[in-house]
């Protein structure tokens, strides 16, 4: 699985973008989708995470009811709209892929393909 990050860019506080990763290869339903962000000088972090036919989602508690993960399994494409964004939202945004049937986890060491990531800046 190839993944592909696009939608990313600078952004006033308070604004909103949407990302977009696109997955190469067959069976993308088979495969649990997350967002995982990384400042600089931080640990890689839990954003959102998907299940498979899309029916369970989870979010960090620092993003909830400011961002929504969603995907579309006839397009391989997962999404993440991020509404009211913040200054410390401001990171390096991983796309990544776990092939499992359960629900979606939010440890990164359980994703084994990543995307190359997408800058979003939230700066006035």
């Known amino acids: 699985v190839q993944l592909v990050e696009s939608g990313g860019g600078l952004v006033q506080p308070g604004g909103s973008l949407r990302l977009s990763c696109a997955a190469s290869?067959?069976?993308?339903?088979?495969?649990?989708m997350a967002w995982f962000r990384q400042a600089p000088g931080k640990e890689r972090e839990f954003v959102a995470a998907?299940?498979?036919?899309?029916?369970?989602?989870d979010c960090a508690n620092s993003v909830k009811g400011r961002f929504t993960i969603a995907r579309d399994n006839a397009k391989n494409t997962v999404y993440l709209q991020m509404n009211s964004l913040k200054p410390e939202d401001t990171a390096v945004y991983y796309c990544?892929?776990?092939?499992?049937?359960?629900?979606?986890?939010?440890?990164?060491?359980?994703?084994?393909?990543w995307g190359s990531g997408t800058q979003v800046t939230v700066s006035a």
């Open positions: 998907i299940s498979g036919g899309g029916g369970n989602t």
């Open positions: 990544a892929a776990d092939r499992t049937s359960g629900p979606p986890g939010r440890v990164y060491t359980s994703y084994r393909y």
């Open positions: 290869g067959r069976s993308f339903s088979s495969y649990a």
